[in-house]
């Protein structure tokens, strides 16, 4: 049985910082590509960084230089580094996999 289960959600303030993490199991961790995607109230879902099963890594525009995906294989787990957080990153964060799993979300705010 596949589970993603984030963690590092939470509350605060613009410009602060948090990192989100994913632990993975059921799958084989290391030949799949990770992701991370966001859905504010009101708003779709929108990819916010992938990283592929060898490092490669890609942003939304709106993220680019701010936050940085990366993965941890022999723990299984993928992480989002957000730096200089703003109100309009608040949202639910959600894990994906390559394959189409998907985790529960948690829940990011950045207000003062």
């Known amino acids: 049985q596949v589970q993603l289960v984030e963690s590092g959600g939470g509350l605060v303030q613009p410009g602060g910082s948090l990192r989100l993490s994913c632990a993975a199991s059921?799958?084989?961790?290391?030949?799949?590509?990770m992701g991370w995607y966001r859905q504010a109230p009101g708003k779709e879902r929108e990819l916010v960084a992938f990283i592929t099963s060898v490092g490669s890594t890609n942003y939304a525009d709106s993220v680019r230089g701010r936050f940085t995906i990366s993965r941890d294989t022999a723990k299984n787990t993928v992480y989002l580094q957000m730096n200089s957080l703003e109100p309009e990153d608040t949202a639910v964060y959600y894990c994906?996999?390559?394959?189409?799993?998907w985790g529960q979300g948690t829940q990011v705010t950045v207000s003062s």
């Open positions: 994906t996999t390559s394959n189409g799993y």
């Open positions: 059921g799958i084989i961790f290391s030949i799949n590509a």
